[in-house]
């Protein structure tokens, strides 16, 4: 149930109905206008409860702070280089994991120059294996943030637990939750309590319910500025590509909520061949965005060297992706109009 006041706020109503929903054991929330109630369809209301009230909706999932339900207008989410969702096109890139300082300011010059506007970078990295390279740590990150400082790009890096967080703030723009942290609870009500973005990337195996609970997380600390990133999910074959790309994902994941949906081909295709084709494709769908690993020397990168594109076939990627994104644009342009 989510009941929806006048403005301006009549505190002594809404404490009466908190103090009532606590009496009844039932779980509240207030957020801006709205009293979010979790656990009932009806309530008893006084005749001085309802004039206070524009709205009582009955049904709403249990991800209600990201349900259009609760918020039908796209989220934007601002950053200090970029708007990040609705009709905006938003390119991120750069290489899985910072090698050296040399070459993420190469590749930011890079990167910025063929169209993107944020740069990737993981400066901790969750490896399958113990033995692999697990990342440069704060170095990293001090490589990462002034690279991206002397190009005018935002910065997007992973956190993989809460104690990072606060040693990273200063570092980076948007927080990455990776795909095996996907449900790391403590760690989404973390980056819940920042001020900062988030962008959540969707499980191994998760199922789009789970997606969107995983960002209630986030969102029920007080943080609504998320971005949902479809990467692919785990499958029976995965002799061909790494993961499958889930692209009916995408205009779901928009219906049900109102954050930014975009689409990381790097991490789905798993094969740099076919990275520029799955990226046409999620666009296509809807994506608002692209996330993409690209790195000068893949086959020598120290991590996911398989999937990582060359500068220049980024440069060809984004012209081919940026020309769906407009194309739609227009097009949806022209219905409304009609």
């Excluded at 990201?66 to 989220?75: A, I, K, N, Q």
């Excluded at 973005?197 to 995983?214: C, Q, S, Y």
Aim: glycine share 8%; net charge negative; aromatic share 6%.
């Amino acid at each position: 149930m989510i009941i929806q006041f006048k403005q301006p706020l009549n505190q002594a109503v809404v404490q009466s109905l908190l103090q009532k929903l606590k009496e009844k054991q039932h779980h509240g929330m207030l957020v801006a206008n709205h009293l979010v109630i979790f656990d009932a369809d009806e309530l008893e209301l006084s005749e001085r409860e309802k004039s206070v009230i524009t709205e009582v909706i009955h049904t709403q999932p249990r991800y209600v702070l990201g349900s259009r339900v609760f918020h039908p207008e796209d989220t934007i989410v601002k950053t200090p280089h970029n708007k990040i969702g609705g009709d905006n096109f938003t390119i991120m890139a750069g290489p899985c994991s910072v090698e050296n300082e040399a070459m993420i300011q190469d590749l930011a010059v890079q990167v910025k120059a063929a169209g993107a506007t944020v740069l990737r970078g993981g400066a901790f990295k969750p490896r399958t294996s113990p033995y692999d390279f697990q990342g440069l740590g704060e170095t990293g990150l001090g490589y990462l943030r002034k690279a991206a400082d002397e190009n005018g790009l935002d910065v997007i890096t992973e956190v993989m637990s809460p104690e990072q967080i606060p040693m990273m703030l200063p570092y980076t723009d948007i927080f990455q939750i990776g795909a095996r942290n996907m449900q790391n609870f403590a760690l989404l009500k973390a980056v819940g309590q920042t001020n900062k973005p988030v962008a959540l990337k969707r499980g191994l195996a998760a199922t789009i319910d789970e997606m969107l609970n995983a960002a209630e997380y986030i969102a029920s600390q007080g943080n609504l500025q998320i971005i949902l990133i479809e990467r692919g999910i785990r499958s029976f074959d995965d002799k061909y590509s790494r993961n499958v790309l889930d692209v009916g994902a995408i205009p779901i994941l928009q219906k049900l909520s109102h954050y930014p949906v975009l689409v990381d081909p790097s991490h789905a295709a798993g094969h740099a061949d076919l990275v520029p084709t799955y990226g046409q494709s999620g666009v296509a769908a809807g994506a608002q965005g692209m996330i993409v690993e690209v790195h000068q020397n893949p086959s020598q990168a120290w991590s996911d060297a398989a999937q990582q594109l060359t500068p220049a076939t980024f440069k060809k990627m984004v012209v081919t992706t940026a020309q769906i994104h407009d194309l739609l644009l227009k097009n949806q342009t022209a219905q409304d109009q009609n």
